[in-house]
Each structure stands twice: as C-alpha cells, then as structure tokens.
T-cell receptor, first 112, second 113 residues
Framework: KQEVTQIPAALSVPEGENLVLNCSFT??????LQWFRQDPGKGLTSLLL?????REQTSGRLNASLDKSSGRSTLYIAASQPGDSATYLC???????????FGQGTTLQVKP | KAGVTQTPRYLIKTRGQQVTLSCSPI?????VSWYQQTPGQGLQFLFE???????NKGNFPGRFSGRQFSNSRSEMNVSTLELGDSALYLC????????????FGPGTRLTVL
C-alpha cells in the first residue's frame, strides 16, 4: 500500500528563516509529485508540480526537489514571511494508482 | 479564467438524509476529481471523472456516487448520511490526464447532525 509521510507535522519559525519541508513515499513507480498549500477552511492551491523525469522545480521563493531513488521530495521556502503560514501538502501521483495520494501535511507558522 | 467553483459552500444535514454537491471545473478542463478531507484521515480520493466516465474510484462505500455532465460539470451524491460523513469535500479539475496539475475548488463543508 502506498504511503505518503510528511515530516514535521508542525513547524514554527521566525520570519526570515529558510526552511525545508519533507515528503516521503514508499512506491517507486512515481508519475509526478505535487506540492499544495491550504489555508484554514479553504481549498488547496497548487504550488509546484515535479514530473518523474525532473529533479526540481522553482517558483519564486519556493523550490521543490524530487529524489526517486530515496523516495523523497523536499519543499524549500526561502526567506519565510508571515503570509507563508498555512498547511503544506504533498501529493504522490503513482504510475499504477490512478489517483493522487496525499500526505497528512505540515502546518507552518511564521512569526513576525 | 474563472477557477473551480463548488456549491453549496456549507451544508447541514441530519443522519439518513442524502445530499448532492456540485463542482464546475475550469473552462476546458475535462477531468474532475473528488476528495474528502477530515482531521483524522486527511485528504482521501473519492473518484475521478473524465468525459462523463468514471475513470478511477477510491475506497468508499457505495453510498458515495458521482456523475459528470457533457459540459464537464460534476456532481457527487451521498445517500443515507452518517455522522462520519461530516467533512470538507473538495473537487479538483485538470486538463486531460489525472496527473496533470490539479486545481482545487474552495470545498463544500458538510456537517451531519
């Protein structure tokens, strides 16, 4: 059974810090991996999508990497801001699953 | 371009009732997926529709069903509601394949009393 694990479950940092969120998956047959952001009570906002043939994707202060051999993806947030406070979810798209499998998320609080 | 819209945004029902939720995808998107989000189980995949056909289905009981219309709008129905069905129901649309970038709607918050 495919499992997607996100560590840490919660993170609190002062404004300006660089931080890394981790996502690990057990199934090596990956098609792609997506990172989303969710604000309380809201839907998900797509941040980055990494195809299995790619190593990383960047958008502004965000950088996501993918290491298929170790079954890991990381989301790097540079120079964090209070507006980055949200829950960050990774979603695994497997070649054989026919669906996206989500991790439980990392809840980030950036303090001014 | 308008985003994914879901109606209604909030619903309160009682056990045993049924409910229908609606999702309008981004114009041009033909794939619509539905997810249930609860604090305990997180985000779980319900089903995905593409061109009016269900392509994939998650591990939910038959009380959960859906359909997609020719204009790609989708509905999901839950019959004989249970307390455990209280959740945020999210739909997402993508252009073509399920694994293309997913765009989510704001969700429908269902409370079952």
């Amino acid at each position: 059974k495919q499992e997607v694990t996100q560590i840490p479950a919660a993170l609190s940092v002062p404004e300006g810090e660089n931080l890394v969120l981790n996502c690990s998956f057990t199934d090596s047959a990956i098609y792609n991996l997506q990172w989303f952001r969710q604000d309380p009570g809201k839907g998900l906002t797509s941040l980055l999508l990494i195809q299995s043939s790619q190593r990383e994707q960047t958008s502004g202060r965000l950088n996501a990497s993918l290491d298929k051999s170790s079954g890991r993806s990381t989301l790097y947030i540079a120079a964090s801001q209070p507006g980055d406070s949200a829950t960050y979810l990774c979603a695994f798209g497997g070649s054989n699953t026919g669906k996206l499998i989500f991790g439980q998320g990392t809840t980030l609080q950036v303090k001014p | 371009k308008a985003g994914v819209t879901q109606t209604p945004r909030y619903l309160i029902k009682t056990r045993g009732q049924q409910v229908t939720l609606s999702c309008s995808p981004i114009s041009g998107h033909r794939s619509v997926s539905w997810y249930q989000q609860t604090p305990g189980q997180g985000l779980q995949f319900l089903f995905e529709y593409f061109s009016e056909t269900q392509r994939n289905k998650g591990n939910f009981p038959g009380r959960f069903s859906g359909r997609q219309f020719s204009n790609s709008r989708s509905e999901m129905n839950v019959s004989t509601l249970e307390l455990g069905d209280s959740a945020l129901y999210l739909c997402a649309s993508s252009f073509g394949e399920l694994y293309n970038e997913q765009f989510f709607g704001p969700g429908t918050r269902l409370t079952v009393l």
